[in-house]
Structures are given as C-alpha cells and as structure tokens.
C-alpha cells in the first residue's frame, strides 16, 4: 500500500531533550516536506527537500533540523526542544516539486514540557 | 509572502444540499492548487489538484474551480452527505512551497 508513515504518532517529552520524528515513504517520491499545525494559523511549512541531500528551509525553520540521505526517509530532528514547538506535525511526499499531488502521513502530536 | 484566506470558517448544512467553499490567495503566480480535506486527529487527504493552466476539475461530487488572475479558488460539494463532515484546506503552490488556508470546519447535519 502506498503511504507515507511517522513515528511516533504521539510523543511527550521535557524541554532540552533532544527527539527525531521519522518520516518514510514507500512511492519513490523526490520531494518531501515537513509541516506543524497549530490552531488558528493553519499548517505551516517547516522544511522541504527536493531529492537526496537537497533541502530547503520553508516558513519557520528555527529550531528544526532535517536530513534527507536516502530518498525515502526524511527524518525531522528537534535539538532542544522548547515548548512553543508543542504542536501537531505533518510529513508530506510528492512524486516531484510543484505540479504533483501531495500525500501526507497521518501526523505526529509532541507535547514539549 | 503566500496569504491564504478561506471563508466562511465554519459551515452547517443539513443533508442534500449543495454547498460552495471560498478559497483566497495573495500571491497569483502559482504552479497549482489543491484541496484536502481533514477528519479530526487524522492527517490531510487529498482531494482534487488543479494546475494553473486549468479552470476546473471535478471528481464525483466535488468541483474545483481557479481564477489564478484574481487568486481564487472554490470548492463546490454537491447533495452533501454526513459523510462529508471534516475540514477542508486549500493549499496553493508557488512550486517548491506550500501553503495553507486555516480552513473551513464543514458540518452537514443528516
């Protein structure tokens, strides 16, 4: 079944400790995106990547980290997490940038105490 | 930057009507948008993508239109079903970014 799945789906954790959301595709899709949602403003776009070690930092990146080494993994990394990073986050894949229809994972709920 | 506006916020219909969806954008230089609907605590599914050099698309129930030159979109569900309670975001893309309406909360009432 083509999807793309995160994990965990829920995490709690302690401001400071250092977390990784994981993202993987299985539809050999190039571009990959990472959003958080939050009441009132909408999804917003943290990071995006093109291809293989091709990112690109969307709306609001600060705080974030991403790498994308292989092509269907694009794993979201909080170094220091803070509580205004509390948030529902979205990873998303699309076969190309621009005209393709995107396909979204079913979300991650992290609470930053 | 993108802003992307949708109204109304919310909506309640009862069963069997039709219904139109707002859409809004700033910036009308876009490669195509989007439409995605969203049950609560569950992610985004896409529902139907219009590119730029097209007016309409239409799948099923649904009908999407784009006017790119005056930077709107709508979303027209016809003979609503409860089954089509969600929320539904617009998200036009400029070509490597996204961006998303807060979008409207649709309730049809059986």
């Known amino acids: 079944e083509a999807q793309v799945t995160q994990n965990p789906r829920y995490l709690i954790t302690v401001t400071g400790k250092k977390l990784t959301v994981t993202c993987s595709q299985n539809m050999n899709h190039e571009y990959m995106s990472w959003y958080r949602q939050d009441p009132g403003l909408g999804l917003r776009q943290i990071y995006y990547s093109m291809n293989v070690e091709v990112t690109d930092k969307g709306d609001v990146p600060e705080g974030y980290k991403v790498s994308r080494k292989e092509k269907r993994n694009f794993p979201l990394i909080l170094e220091s997490p803070s509580p205004n990073q509390t948030s529902l986050y979205f990873c998303?894949?699309?076969?190309?940038?621009?005209?393709?229809?995107?396909?979204f994972g079913p979300g991650t709920r992290l609470t930053v105490l | 930057k993108q802003e992307v506006t949708q109204i109304p916020a919310a909506l309640s219909v009862p069963e069997g009507e039709n219904l139109v969806l707002n859409c809004s954008f700033t910036?009308?230089?876009?490669?195509?948008l989007q439409w995605f609907r969203q049950d609560p605590g569950k992610g985004l599914t896409s529902l139907l993508l219009?590119?730029?050099?097209?007016r309409e698309q239409t799948s099923g129930r649904l009908n999407a239109s784009l006017d790119k030159s005056s930077g709107r979109s709508t979303l027209y569900i016809a003979a609503s079903q409860p089954g089509d309670s969600a929320t539904y975001l617009c998200?036009?893309?400029?070509?490597?970014?996204?961006?998303f309406g807060t979008g409207t909360s649709l309730t049809v009432i059986p």
């Open positions: 219009i590119q730029s050099s097209q």
């Open positions: 998200a036009p893309n400029t070509g490597n970014q996204f961006y």
């Open positions: 910036d009308s230089a876009i490669y195509n």
């Open positions: 998303a894949s699309s076969l190309g940038q621009g005209g393709d229809t995107q396909y």
